[in-house]
T-cell receptor, first 114, second 109 residues
Framework: TAGITQAPTSQILAAGRSMTLRCTQD?????MYWYRQDLGLGLRLIHY???????GKGEVPDGYSVSRANTDDFPLTLASAVPSQTSVYFC?????????????FGPGTRLTVL | GQNIDQPTEMTATEGAIVQINCTYQ??????LFWYQQHAGEAPTFLSY??LDGLEEKGRFSSFLSRSKGYSYLLLKELQMKDSASYLC??????????WGAGTKLIIKP
């Protein structure tokens, strides 16, 4: 199985432009998450979804939006990118109904906003 | 506020043992995770502790003391491939993970 896939792998984006980062999982996990990872900081939660049709705000949601139309997909949209959104973005998923609910991560998207 | 502290960087020798500490202050506690992250790659799950004590998994062990807000990850028989960052994360009362900044472990031959 592929697990979690993210696209694109990397992107350079002009400030003010919009962009959608894609995330798809094939593990039928109910919960999905978007994090950003910046040098010297821990992973910070942007948005999450505990089940299809619901979403919630994390620690740093401003400037980002998400949707969860189905179980597998959880896209992250930047409506008008700013340089401070330059980061590595990780999508993750977990099965919150069983086990220790560990999160599985996608390979990441490296985004540079100029 | 919520806070996870771990050393920024550690160096160890191949074949040796290293202990990476993590202290936390969070709003609630529902388990502590350790993840490994190689440079340029995604974090991968290593261990989970929810009760006090030691969890052993091969060369890796993780310890938890909830009363002290303290955990450590113990890596034995270090190999060059263990060079990576090790991330400590606590699941808080909202069942969200709060992450430390990670400890970069450098293994020298």
């Amino acid at each position: 199985t592929a697990g979690i896939t993210q696209a694109p792998t990397s992107q350079i984006l002009a400030a003010g432009r919009s962009m959608t980062l894609r995330c798809t999982q094939d593990m039928r996990h109910n919960a999905m998450y978007w994090y950003r990872q910046d040098l010297g900081l821990g992973l910070r939660l942007i948005h999450y979804s505990n089940t299809a049709g619901t979403t919630g705000k994390g620690e740093v949601p401003d400037g980002y939006s998400v949707s969860r139309a189905n179980t597998d997909d959880f896209p992250l949209t930047l409506a008008s990118a700013v340089p401070s959104q330059t980061s590595v973005y990780f999508c993750a998923s977990s099965d919150i109904q069983g086990g220790n609910n560990e999160q599985f991560f996608g390979p990441g998207t490296r985004l540079t906003v100029l | 506020g919520q806070n996870i502290d771990q050393p920024t960087e550690m160096t160890a020798t191949e074949g040796a043992i290293v202990q990476i500490n993590c202290t936390y202050q969070t709003s609630g506690f529902n388990g502590l995770f350790w993840y490994q992250q190689h440079a340029g790659e995604a974090p991968t799950f290593l261990s989970y502790n929810v009760l006090d004590g030691l969890e052993e998994k091969g060369r890796f062990s993780s310890f938890l003391s909830r009363s002290k807000g303290y955990s450590y990850l113990l890596l034995k028989e270090l190999q060059m491939k263990d060079s990576a960052s090790y991330l400590c994360a606590v699941r808080d009362s909202n069942y969200q993970l709060i992450w430390g900044a990670g400890t970069k472990l450098i293994i020298k031959p």
